[in-house]
């Protein structure tokens, strides 16, 4: 069990969000918040989640574009030589 001290303000507002959030109560809310954080390794998603996953396929393209990049600057440096 954790406990913390929040003011009425605090708590009012997380009651607020929790309903936004449709959560069934403060408590709820709060254990989705820390099963976000420990789903996460150093600030970055964990390798599972889909924002992990594009970033991986983001990075890949962009290493795929600087390859053709080179491959066609190297085919008009040849041409170019013949």
């Not at 996460?40 to 393209?61: E, I, K, M």
């Amino acid at each position: 069990m954790i406990s913390l001290r929040l003011s009425d303000e605090e708590f009012r507002g997380l009651q607020a969000l929790s309903e936004c959030k449709g959560t069934r109560s403060v408590s709820d809310l709060i254990r989705l918040a820390i099963s976000r954080v420990n789903h996460t390794q150093n600030g970055h998603p964990a390798d599972h989640s889909l924002d992990h996953r594009f970033a991986l396929v983001t990075r890949r393209l962009d290493e795929i574009e600087n390859t053709l990049r080179q491959m066609t600057q190297a085919q008009g440096a040849t041409a170019s030589r013949d």
